[in-house]
């Protein structure tokens, strides 16, 4: 029986394709294994993160969100490039390969995406000198938290 994706998974489709106005996957990717698992953020290691990002991936392929890729091709394109670097292939590496696939898949109309949920990356947006709640507890708009990241951007 096939199941939808839940509220974490759509929101890290949602990073991948830039709705969160950053995507930096070293730092972030922690914060959504955290809430997707129900375990604190350092407690979340790259197998967790890895586990997570495999799971989305298949669960994109049974509900036709994205194409089934060959598995011989997908581990082929990953030592083509591992080749064109150094030869040396680490999770990291089929991690990033992963994201990107899920990054470039059309999932437009297939399902109806979540507003963008920034208090996933409260923490690291705080680090940045970004409020996603603002001074009386309320969450801030979608756009004034896009604007504050352009903003920073352009310093």
Known sequence: MKTELNHF????ILYTKGHFGR???DQDLK????????????HIDKYNILSMVVDIYQKMIDLKLME??????????IFYSAWMVDGRISKDDLLKRLLSNIQNASTDGKFSYDEVDFPILEEVFTSLGIQVINEIGVRRSKDE??????QRETV
Request: proline residues 3%.
């Open 9 to 12: 998974e759509k929101q890290l």
């Open 23 to 25: 995507i930096n996957y």
């Open 31 to 42: 914060y959504f294994a955290s809430e997707l698992y129900d375990i604190p953020v350092n």
């Open 68 to 77: 089934e890729i060959k598995l011989r091709k997908f581990i082929g394109n």
């Open 145 to 150: 938290i896009l604007n504050d990241i352009r």
